[in-house]
Structures are given as structure tokens and as C-alpha cells.
């Protein structure tokens, strides 16, 4: 038997899940387009990604 209640709940929290999955990719757009389009005057920023490197961090000690 189907259970309507439960079947609406998960359909929530899919609607919840795109509704977060959109907002940050809204996010990093908006932060690759700021990357990109620094202009001159502004001071340069440095950006680091958890992880990036790590293997070679780890293999060389």
C-alpha cells in the first residue's frame, strides 16, 4: 500500500535538496565570476580549496 504521507514528505525534502543544490551553485558562479572579473585597482585574493595538494603533501614527507 502506498503511504501518501511519507511519499509527500520525500517529495519535500527533494524540493528542499534542488532548492540548496541551486543556491550554492548560484554561489560559485557568482564567486568565479568575481575570480575573472577583478578589476585592477583591487587587491588580489588568494584562494585555497581544502585538499588541493594534499597527496603531494603527504607523499613528500
Known sequence: MIDSKAMAQQLEQARQARIEAETAYCDIEE?????????????????AFDGFGRALADWAN
Do not use: G, V
Open 31 to 47: 564567486l568565479l565570476w568575481q575570480m575573472h572579473h577583478q578589476q585592477p585597482h583591487e587587491p588580489r585574493i588568494a584562494y
